[in-house]
């Protein structure tokens, strides 16, 4: 009897474990990146964690926003404090999916998982008014133009509305 009980109990708690796998809401940049990354490389240089490291930092010369924050978490950076690189190609190399790959690097930095990509505005149908300066800056950014003069909301808002029929398409 208290068998069946042992075994009912480890049954149930590789159960819980198994439900707690990572998804890819939980870490959002970490599976887009190493997705969008893999998806680049060859078969012979999935093979070798070193080339996938090499790899790996060319590709984060090129990253931007969160991805160039997971680069740089990661030590793909020169000027990365750390380095756990490895970490992300020997799974790599093994052929490990991707969830199991951040799970890995989630046990290292858990930093890693914290990054979130910014959600995009749609300028087209959002109220200028209702959002933050920050998001107003953002749109501005994003569309790689500034704002030398603007010190009020309305200023930003101004030169997002002078700007928007250059940046925003009306469907007919």
């Not at 990146?33 to 240089?45: D, I, Q, R, Y």
């Not at 790899?55 to 926003?65: E, I, L, V």
């Not at 990365?80 to 799974?91: C, H, N, Q, R, V």
């Given at each position: ?25 939980d870490c959002e940049v970490c599976f887009g ?22 790899k790996f930092r060319t590709f984060c010369k ?14 793909g950076l020169e000027e990365s404090a750390t ?90």
């Amino acid at each position: 009897m208290n068998k069946f009980i042992l075994i009912g109990f480890f049954l149930s708690v590789i159960a819980i474990f198994d439900s707690y796998a990572l998804k890819p809401s939980d870490c959002e940049v970490c599976f887009g990146v190493v997705e969008k990354f893999a998806a680049g490389l060859t078969s012979k240089e999935k093979k070798d964690p070193k080339v996938i490291e090499d790899k790996f930092r060319t590709f984060c010369k090129t990253a931007k926003g969160k991805e160039h924050r997971f680069c740089y978490y990661l030590g793909g950076l020169e000027e990365s404090a750390t380095g756990i690189l490895s970490e992300m190609a020997k799974p790599l190399s093994w052929s490990s999916p991707v969830d199991k790959v951040c799970e890995k690097l989630k046990k290292k930095d858990n930093q890693i998982c914290d990054l979130r990509y910014e959600k995009s505005i749609d300028v087209k149908t959002v109220d200028l008014k209702k959002l933050k300066v920050r998001d107003l800056k953002k749109i501005l950014s994003d569309w790689e133009e500034s704002c030398e003069d603007c010190i009020e909301k309305g200023d930003f808002i101004k030169r997002i509305e002078v700007l928007k029929p250059k940046y925003v398409r009306e469907d007919l």
